[in-house]
C-alpha cells in the first residue's frame, strides 16, 4: 500500500483575510463545502492508501483531528513540528518515521493546500510514476502550463523528454519563479511544465538522498535525534524542540532535488492549482460569462472579471461598475485590490502586523481542541461570546481572577460544573460563575452545544484562566 504523506504548515499570508496564520488557508473553505485538506486526504485515500501521515504544527493539531473526523477519516500518524523548518526536514521526518517499519514502502508526498479537480485522472498519473519510484528513483510531479504563470517554479525536461507522455521523463533542472518575459518563452518552448511539489520515493530512497545530497550535514543528525526523542502527546507524536531547531530551514528542493542523479519528472495535464492567490482562486472558480465570481452573499452589478466573497453570514457584499478587482469581506476584516496586484495581499498582512492589528493573524472565530467561540460585544467592562463545544467535548477545570461569567444555552445541554456543584443544563437555561469559582462546561450530547457567554468584570484577556484539569494537556 502506498504511504500518503501529506504537508500542513504555512503562514497564511497569500489569501488573507480569510487564511490568516492561526488558520491557514488548508483549512478553510476555498472550493466548496469542505477545507483543501480535507479534500486533499480523501484524494489521497482509498484501498490503494494506507491511512495518511500529516506534519504539522502545533496550533493545528486538533483541527487537523477535527477534519479528518468531519470526513470520516483518522490519520495513522500526526508529527508535531516545534517550529516551521520548510519541507526538507518535515519530509525526512516522514520518512525516518515510515521507515521504521517498512523502508521500501512507497510516499506519496503532497501539500494539503493545492486543488486537483480530476482525482481519478491523478490518481492514474501516480499509479504510472510508481514502477520508477519502486527502482529507487526520485519521482517529482510537473504540471503541464496553461499560461505564462510568474508565480510558480518550472521544471525543465531532457532534450529527448517528452511532456505530453503518460510515464516519467528525465528531467534537466528546476527553476525558480521567472519573470514574465521567461515565463512566455518557456511556455513557448514546450518542454517546461510547473513544479507542483509533490514526490513518489520509497522510504530507503529518499533517505538515501539526505545522506547523499544534502549540503547540510547537521539535517540527518536533527531531524533522526527529533523522532527519537519525540513524545507521545494524546496520539500525536511530537518531535523533540531542542534537536529539530538545529535543523536547517530549507526546501526538499534546494536541499535534494536540485543535486539528485536519480530524478524522474511525470506529467499532468489534468488540472492544478496551488492557490497561490485570489487570483489564482478566481481562476479555479469558473468565472461566469462576465468573468465574474460570487459568494453567495455577494452581488455583481455591471462589474467584469472580479472577484466578490462575503464570508460572513449576514453581511451582503455588491459591486458596481467594477474591473478586474478582488473583494473580500469579513466581519472583521475587507481586502478590496486590483486582481493584478493579488501577489502583493502579504504586504497587507505586514503592513497590520506592524500596527499590531489582531486581524494580521487571528480569526474573529478562535478555534479551539473542544470546538470554537467568538466574541460578538466587548465594551469597557464585559465581553459577549458565543461558544459552540464539539459532542464529547469538554473545556478545562479553570477559575478566573478577573471575571464572572453567565452561561445561557440556546442549543444542545450542557453539563456544567460549579465547585462542588454538577448539573445538566438544557436550552433556554442559564448558569452563573461567580469570580473565583472553579467551574467546567461538557457537551454530553450527539450534537454541537451552543451557549452565549457574558463576561463581568475588569480583565477578559485568554491568560486570565488557571487550569486544574485539561484533557488536552494544556498549560
Known amino acids: 500500500m502506498m504511504q500518503a504523506i501529506l504537508l500542513c504548515g504555512g503562514s497564511g499570508t497569500r489569501l488573507w483575510p480569510l487564511s490568516r496564520k492561526c488558520y491557514p488557508k488548508?483549512?478553510?473553505?476555498?472550493?466548496?463545502?469542505?477545507?483543501?485538506?480535507?479534500?486533499?486526504?480523501?484524494?489521497?485515500?482509498?484501498?490503494?492508501f494506507a491511512a495518511p501521515i500529516i506534519v504539522t504544527g502545533d496550533p493545528f493539531r486538533f483541527i487537523v483531528t477535527e477534519q479528518l473526523a468531519q470526513v470520516e477519516m483518522t490519520a495513522q500518524a500526526i508529527l508535531i513540528e516545534p517550529d516551521g523548518r520548510n519541507t526538507a526536514p518535515a519530509i525526512l521526518a516522514a520518512a525516518l518515521y515510515v521507515a521504521q517499519t517498512d523502508p521500501q514502502a512507497l510516499m506519496l508526498v503532497a501539500p494539503s493546500d493545492h486543488v486537483i479537480p480530476d482525482s481519478d485522472a491523478f490518481a492514474q498519473t501516480v499509479q504510472a510514476a510508481v514502477p520508477r519510484a519502486q527502482a529507487g528513483d526520485l519521482v517529482t510531479f510537473g504540471?503541464?502550463?496553461?499560461?505564462?504563470?510568474?508565480?510558480?517554479?518550472?521544471?525543465?525536461?531532457?532534450?529527448?523528454?517528452?511532456?505530453?507522455?503518460?510515464?516519467?521523463?528525465?528531467?534537466?533542472?528546476?527553476?525558480?519563479?521567472?519573470?514574465?518575459?521567461?515565463?512566455?518563452?518557456?511556455?513557448?518552448?514546450g518542454n517546461f511544465l510547473w513544479n507542483a511539489g509533490i514526490f513518489l520515493f520509497t522510504a530507503q530512497a529518499i533517505i538515501d538522498a539526505y545522506h547523499t545530497h544534502t549540503h547540510a550535514p547537521d539535517l540527518i543528525s536533527a531531524v533522526t535525534a527529533a523522532l527519537d526523542g519525540a513524545d507521545s502527546d494524546l496520539g500525536f507524536t511530537r518531535l523533540e524542540a531542542e534537536t529539530w531547531g538545529q535543523a536547517l530551514d530549507i526546501s526538499v528542493d534546494y536541499a535534494i532535488m536540485e543535486k539528485a542523479d536519480n530524478l524522474a519528472v511525470m506529467p499532468f495535464a489534468a488540472g492544478w492549482s496551488d492557490l497561490g492567490g485570489w487570483d489564482a482562486v478566481w481562476l479555479e472558480s469558473g468565472p461566469d460569462a462576465a468573468g465574474n465570481v460570487c459568494s453567495d452573499n455577494?452581488?455583481?452589478?455591471?462589474?467584469?472579471?472580479?472577484?466578490?466573497?462575503?464570508?460572513?453570514?449576514?453581511?451582503q457584499l455588491v459591486g458596481i461598475g467594477l474591473d478586474n478587482i478582488i473583494a473580500v469581506a469579513m466581519g472583521d476584516a475587507?481586502?478590496?485590490?486590483?486582481?493584478?496586484?493579488?501577489?502583493?495581499?502579504?504586504?497587507?498582512?505586514?503592513?497590520?502586523?506592524?500596527?499590531?492589528?489582531s486581524q494580521a493573524v487571528q480569526l474573529p472565530r478562535d478555534y479551539r481542541?473542544?470546538?470554537?467561540?467568538?466574541?460578538?460585544?466587548?465594551?469597557?467592562?464585559?465581553?459577549?461570546?458565543?461558544?459552540?463545544?464539539?459532542?464529547?467535548?469538554?473545556?478545562?477545570?479553570?477559575?478566573?481572577?478577573?471575571?464572572?461569567?453567565?452561561?445561557?444555552?440556546?442549543?444542545?445541554?450542557?453539563?456544567?460544573?460549579?465547585?462542588?456543584?454538577?448539573?445538566?443544563?438544557s436550552e433556554n437555561q442559564s448558569v452563573y460563575i461567580p469570580l473565583g469559582s472553579v467551574h467546567r462546561m461538557e457537551n454530553p450530547g450527539k450534537l454541537p452545544m451552543v451557549l452565549i457567554e457574558v463576561q463581568t468584570g475588569s480583565y477578559f484577556g485568554e491568560d486570565d484562566i488557571i487550569r486544574y484539569e485539561d484533557v488536552y494537556a494544556r498549560g
Not at 469597557?380 to 477545570?397: C, D, M, T
Open 334 to 357: 475587507v481586502l478590496v485590490a486590483d486582481k493584478s496586484q493579488a501577489q502583493r495581499v502579504k504586504e497587507a498582512v505586514d503592513a497590520l502586523k506592524k500596527r499590531d492589528a
Open 26 to 48: 488548508q483549512f478553510a473553505k476555498l472550493m466548496g463545502d469542505e477545507s483543501l485538506f480535507q479534500i486533499s486526504a480523501r484524494r489521497l485515500s482509498g484501498p490503494e
Open 298 to 315: 455577494a452581488t455583481a452589478i455591471d462589474c467584469a472579471g472580479t472577484l466578490l466573497r462575503s464570508e460572513t453570514d449576514g453581511l
Open 369 to 425: 481542541p473542544w470546538g470554537w467561540y467568538e466574541s460578538l460585544v466587548i465594551g469597557g467592562r464585559f465581553q459577549v461570546k458565543r461558544i459552540v463545544v464539539n459532542p464529547g467535548a469538554a473545556l478545562s477545570l479553570q477559575s478566573h481572577h478577573h471575571r464572572s461569567e453567565h452561561w445561557i444555552v440556546v442549543e444542545g445541554t450542557a453539563k456544567v460544573t460549579v465547585d462542588e456543584t454538577v448539573k445538566l443544563i
Open 143 to 189: 504540471i503541464t502550463p496553461t499560461r505564462a504563470e510568474t508565480g510558480y517554479g518550472y521544471l525543465e525536461l531532457a532534450e529527448d523528454a517528452d511532456a505530453t507522455a503518460k510515464s516519467p521523463q528525465p528531467l534537466t533542472r528546476f527553476i525558480e519563479k521567472p519573470d514574465g518575459p521567461t515565463a512566455t518563452a518557456m511556455l513557448e518552448a
